[in-house]
Antibody, heavy 119, light 107 residues
């Protein structure tokens, strides 16, 4: 069974940093690209960042470019999102998602970890 | 970056109605378009990928069409369990973009 379990969320002040982690199991981790998708309370889905199987291809939404860094450790079956210079508008539930292949959409979603940016 | 314009943002419909939701891409994305359904408190569920391929286990009343810049999700006969919010996603490389969502409510 595919499982994606996020951790690392919490409350942080504007300008602060957080590092999200996603522990994956139930599939061959380095066969799949992965992404982070967020959803602010009561709002729609927003794709944040994606990474291919070996980290050689990475993309970011304009809203986070230069502030967030995605990475993965295939030896640990883990995905990460380093978030710096956090803003109130980054407040959201952050989901780790598995893309079903290169140039393919997500097929599995984690339940998410909540990030709240507030003074 | 590619922008996705989804319409309508909300709609009211009755059980048995035919429902159509549209997504327009700001530039051509071939058939790199997926549709998701999200119910309150749940993670999104993939309904359609490659613009028109039905995800395994999804009822055949759901269908997708389009290519290039215009895409459509159709529910042929709305059922009570279909009341939810629907999103399109373009996955033609990075960055990816979701549509704004369409909330389908009971009339």
């Amino acid at each position: 069974e595919v499982q994606l379990v996020e951790s690392g969320g919490g409350v942080v002040r504007p300008g602060g940093s957080l590092r999200l982690s996603c522990a994956a199991s139930g599939f061959t981790f380095d066969d799949y690209p992965l992404s982070w998708v967020r959803q602010a309370p009561g709002k729609g889905l927003e794709w944040v960042s994606g990474i291919n199987w070996n980290g050689g291809t990475i993309g970011y939404a304009d809203s986070v470019k230069g502030r967030f860094t995605i990475s993965r450790d295939n030896a640990k079956n883990s995905l990460y999102l380093q978030m710096n210079s956090l803003r109130a508008e980054d407040t959201a539930l952050y989901h780790c998602v598995r893309d079903s292949g290169t140039y393919s959409p997500p097929d599995y979603w984690g339940q998410g970890t909540l990030v709240t940016v507030s003074s | 970056d590619i922008q996705m314009t989804q319409s309508p943002s909300a709609m009211s419909a009755s059980v048995g109605d035919r429902v159509t939701i549209t997504c327009r891409a700001s530039q051509g994305i071939a058939n790199y378009l997926a549709w998701f359904q999200q119910k309150p408190g749940k993670v999104p569920k993939r309904l359609i990928y490659a613009a028109s391929t039905l995800q395994s286990g999804v009822p055949s009343r759901f269908s997708g069409s389009g290519s290039g810049t215009e895409f459509t999700l159709t529910i042929s006969s709305l059922q009570p369990e279909d009341f939810a919010t629907y999103y399109c996603l373009q996955h033609n490389g990075y960055p990816r973009t979701f549509g704004q969502g369409t909330k389908v409510e009971i009339k």
